[in-house]
């Protein structure tokens, strides 16, 4: 099983920006969905974003398409979610995520890996 750790969390001003890492280690991540959930106080934990390691292929959230961006670097095994145009509502927990299989998956029962999760507060 992959285990995944999140970091680059912090507090970002609205319209600010900022990056989190998800290093992986385990197995090889080839054939492997990797993404992005968040969670929000009193809120259900939500997909955000998610990519196919093999291709570089993303799929995002409506809520965050045109202002969220995946890559990876293959040679640090680090998933990376470049997040611009922050806004209050994005506050939450972000947590990485893996899965093998098949076709995008936004369900939190789809992954079977997960890391701890950091803290991004966007402060108004």
């Known amino acids: 099983q992959v285990q995944l750790a999140e970091s680059g969390g912090g507090l970002v001003p609205v319209g600010g920006s900022l990056r989190l890492s998800c290093a992986a280690s385990?197995?090889?991540?080839?054939?492997?969905?990797m993404g992005w959930f968040r969670q929000a106080p009193g809120k259900e934990r939500e997909f955000v974003a998610t990519l196919y390691w093999i291709t570089h292929n993303t799929y995002y959230s409506d809520s965050v398409k045109g202002r969220f961006t995946l890559s990876r670097d293959a040679a640090k095994n680090t998933l990376y979610l470049e997040m611009n145009s922050l806004k209050p509502e994005d506050t939450a927990i972000y947590y990485c995520?893996?899965?093998?299989?098949?076709?995008?998956?936004?369900?939190?029962?789809?992954?079977?890996?997960w890391g701890q999760g950091t803290q991004v507060t966007v402060s108004s």
């Open positions: 385990g197995p090889t991540l080839s054939g492997y969905f």
């Open positions: 995520a893996a899965r093998r299989g098949s076709g995008w998956a936004t369900r939190l029962d789809d992954y079977d890996s």
